[in-house]
């Protein structure tokens, strides 16, 4: 115990010496408080009652800064960036890292970063002053890496994940996606957002695309490719095909053979081509409505493919020409997709059927005031939906306004025809030759992975894309990959979670971790500063797995 007088009062403090580099050196300080102080919490009374309580958060961003520290993903991005600024209070390592962080718990802007800060235990975690939180300091941070400086730090960031948690690397799932911002439409700052095809509804906004690949084990994404929002999937394929080649090489066995699964929207024969080009092995799928004669193999000929992994499904190989090239294709039929689209079908025919209804009473009533045309285009937009116009039956009558009527029926044997035909199938096709067709299937399947993680980045809660206020091109492509690399962080927690027997969501995950929090009791102090006290809040049995699997007592304060 030392004492150290300040003015006139002297405080104590608990130290530990150790010799390092043969001389002696103080390694940990512990303020005790006064003599008073002392002696007070000596007693049997105690410390007395707390004059106020915080609560802070703490599982949550602790678990995501120790997978962050797994990874070195700090000291990657401050190889690539270089010697950090001398007037920087912290690396650009450090401040992607903060972000990145902060993606996967609470996502929100730079401008609002410090505030949440304060309510987390983060100022354990890392030492940074609040003052070097502004949101200028991260901007500064992100100006240090082009493209070429990003595509080194997620290639060196996929080896560290593929390395540091044993990622299986023979199967990858490929998808794309875009994303809206609210970027105005005079700013030629940013040309990677434009309008385009958007995959959220949002066609009055500009988009940002992201081309994302996954693995089968665990979901978790080792490229991420942005490119502009007017592009379409199948251009950028190729750009996404060989980025992943490169980090493929580098990190895989020099034998190792990958086999890329992707869907329709992505296929044309050059594409196709590229792959072979590039030595890679795919599972695809092709447009049913394109390959009539396998649509119609009767039933019977299909047989269960694997009653055990997939209930309900069953299969027929041949061999048929597609995109160029004679190619080995399966024809499966679901029991579970076919029931699902059967409801989805009924329900699309009873919202036209509202639709028409309530075009009927307006004619009925002889308040029309489109002719005849204006009313066959009405109709018209309303049989639009797929499959409808091969059942519905709609007639109309008369020519002037207050003569025309509309009727309508559903065809119930060819509704019956079309389920045959085309519900519950899909066509896969793959370059596997030697592959048992359950394993296609499971191939196929995994490209789930990647629309799973799509789905997550446009959670607003949780590991989010969105808030995005950036708007010149060079910050929108880092916070594209430390959005990825926030992604990566999630399912590399959920992984490890589910090896260790608990298979929750991401969303679930973070929510059990999020009730691990800190709570700081404040005593009153003689000198006037409070003393504080630090303790975790009680946990549940899943909290407790999850605080000893991921090793949060490294972070946990001292009592």
Request: hydrophobic share 40%; glycine share 8%.
């Given at each position: 115990?030392?004492a150290?007088?300040?003015?006139?009062r002297?405080?104590?403090?608990?130290?530990?010496?150790?010799?390092?580099?043969?001389?002696p050196?103080i390694?940990?300080?512990?303020?005790?408080?006064?003599a008073?102080?002392?002696?007070?919490?000596?007693?049997?009374?105690?410390p007395?009652?707390?004059?106020?309580?915080?609560?802070?958060?703490?599982?949550?961003?602790?678990?995501?800064?120790g997978?962050?520290?797994?990874?070195?993903?700090?000291?990657?991005?401050?190889?690539?960036?270089?010697e950090?600024?001398?007037?920087?209070a912290?690396?650009?390592?450090?401040y992607?890292?903060?972000?990145?962080?902060?993606?996967v718990?609470?996502?929100r802007?730079?401008?609002a970063?410090?505030?949440?800060?304060?309510?987390?235990?983060?100022?354990?975690?890392?030492?940074?002053?609040?003052?070097?939180?502004?949101?200028?300091?991260?901007?500064?941070?992100?100006?240090?890496?082009?493209q070429?400086?990003l595509?080194?730090v997620?290639?060196?960031?996929?080896?560290?994940?593929?390395?540091?948690?044993?990622?299986g690397?023979?199967?990858?799932?490929?998808?794309?996606?875009?994303?809206?911002?609210?970027?105005?439409?005079?700013?030629?700052?940013?040309?990677?957002?434009?309008?385009?095809?958007?995959?959220?509804?949002?066609a009055?906004?500009?988009?940002?695309?992201?081309?994302?690949?996954?693995t089968?084990?665990?979901?978790i994404?080792?490229?991420g490719?942005?490119?502009p929002?007017?592009?379409?999937?199948v251009?950028?394929?190729p750009?996404?095909?060989?980025?992943?080649?490169?980090?493929?090489?580098?990190?895989?066995?020099?034998?190792?053979?990958?086999?890329?699964v992707?869907?329709?929207?992505?296929?044309?024969a050059?594409?196709?081509?590229?792959?072979?080009?590039?030595?890679?092995?795919f599972?695809?799928?092709?447009?049913?409505?394109?390959?009539?004669?396998l649509?119609?193999?009767?039933?019977?000929r299909?047989?269960?493919?694997?009653?055990?992994?997939?209930?309900?499904?069953?299969?027929?190989?041949t061999?048929?020409?597609?995109?160029?090239?004679?190619?080995?294709?399966i024809?499966?039929?679901?029991?579970?997709?076919?029931?699902?689209?059967?409801?989805?079908?009924?329900?699309?025919?009873?919202?036209?059927?509202?639709?028409l209804?309530?075009?009927?009473?307006v004619l009925?009533?002889?308040?029309?005031?489109?002719?005849r045309p204006?009313?066959?285009?009405?109709?018209?937009?309303?049989?639009?939906?797929?499959?409808l116009?091969?059942v519905?039956?709609?007639?109309?009558?008369?020519?002037?306004?207050?003569?025309?009527?509309?009727?309508?029926?559903?065809d119930?044997?060819?509704?019956?025809?079309?389920?045959?035909?085309?519900?519950?199938?899909?066509?896969?096709?793959?370059?596997?030759?030697?592959?048992?067709a359950?394993?296609v299937?499971?191939?196929?399947r995994?490209?789930?992975?990647?629309?799973?993680?799509?789905?997550?980045?446009?959670d607003?809660?949780?590991?989010?894309?969105?808030p995005?206020?950036?708007?010149?091109?060079?910050?929108?492509?880092?916070?594209?990959?430390?959005?990825?690399?926030?992604?990566?962080?999630?399912?590399?927690?959920?992984?490890?979670?589910?090896?260790?027997?608990?298979?929750?969501?991401?969303?679930?995950?973070l929510?059990?971790?999020?009730?691990?929090?800190?709570?700081?009791?404040?005593?009153?102090s003689a000198a006037?500063?409070?003393?504080a006290?630090?303790?975790?809040?009680?946990?549940?049995l899943?909290?407790?797995?999850?605080?000893?699997?991921?090793?949060?007592?490294?972070?946990a304060?001292?009592r």
């Open positions: 115990m030392v150290k007088k300040q003015g006139r002297t405080y104590y403090y608990l130290v530990e010496s150790a010799r390092v580099g043969g001389k050196r390694v940990s300080q512990r303020y005790l408080g006064s008073e102080e002392v002696a007070a919490r000596l007693s049997e009374a105690g007395g009652e707390p004059e106020r309580t915080r609560h802070l958060a703490f599982g949550d961003l602790a678990a995501a800064w997978i962050l520290q797994r990874l070195g993903y700090a000291a990657i991005v401050d190889e690539v960036a270089g950090r600024r001398a007037d920087a912290a690396s650009a390592g450090t992607l890292a903060l972000a990145c962080a902060n993606r718990v609470a996502p802007s730079k401008r970063f410090a505030d949440w800060w304060a309510t987390t235990a983060g100022d354990r975690l890392t030492r940074v002053p609040r003052a070097a939180l502004d949101h200028r300091r991260f901007w500064d941070a992100m100006d240090l890496l082009d070429a400086a595509t080194g997620e290639r060196r960031l996929a080896a560290a994940m593929a390395a540091e948690f044993g990622l690397l023979s199967g990858m799932a490929l998808d794309m996606t875009n994303f809206a911002t609210y970027i105005d439409t005079g700013n030629e700052k940013a040309p990677i957002a434009q309008r385009g095809h958007a995959k959220q509804k949002r009055d906004l500009r988009l940002v695309g992201l081309g994302m690949v996954v089968r084990d665990g979901g994404p080792l490229v490719h942005a490119y929002g007017n592009h379409n999937d251009k950028v394929f750009d996404v095909i060989d980025e992943l080649v490169a980090r493929y090489r580098a990190i895989a066995a020099a034998d190792q053979e990958l086999t890329v992707f869907d329709a929207g992505q296929n044309s050059d594409n196709f081509t590229h792959l072979a080009d590039a030595g890679l092995q599972a695809g799928s092709l447009p049913p409505s394109d390959y009539p004669d649509l119609a193999i009767p039933a019977r299909l047989a269960v493919i694997d009653a055990g992994r997939f209930p309900g499904l069953t299969g027929y190989e061999r048929a020409t597609a995109l160029g090239a004679d190619r080995r294709v024809l499966t039929h679901s029991a579970t997709l076919h029931a699902s689209q059967s409801r989805g079908f009924d329900q699309t025919i009873a919202k036209a059927a509202r639709k209804a309530e075009l009927a009473a009925d009533g002889g308040r029309a005031r489109r002719d204006g009313v066959e285009a009405r109709i018209a937009r309303i049989t639009r939906p797929r499959w116009g091969r519905l039956r709609v007639t109309l009558t008369g020519d002037k306004p207050s003569q025309m009527r509309v009727s309508w029926t559903v119930d044997t060819a509704r019956r025809e079309l389920a045959a035909e085309l519900f519950g199938k899909r066509i896969l096709v793959t370059s596997r030759d030697e592959w048992p359950a394993e299937v499971a191939g196929y995994s490209q789930s992975d990647a629309e799973a993680g799509f789905r997550q980045l446009k607003p809660k949780v590991v989010s894309f969105s995005m206020w950036h708007w010149t091109d060079s910050k929108i492509r880092v916070h594209v990959s430390y959005c990825v690399t926030a992604l990566a962080v999630a399912h590399l927690m959920r992984r490890q979670a589910r090896n260790d027997g608990l298979d929750l969501s991401v969303r679930e995950l929510g059990e971790l999020a009730g691990i929090q800190e709570t700081v009791l404040l005593y009153p006037g500063r409070p003393r006290r630090r303790m975790l809040t009680d946990m549940s899943t909290q407790q797995h999850l605080y000893e699997l991921f090793g949060l007592d490294r972070y304060p001292l």
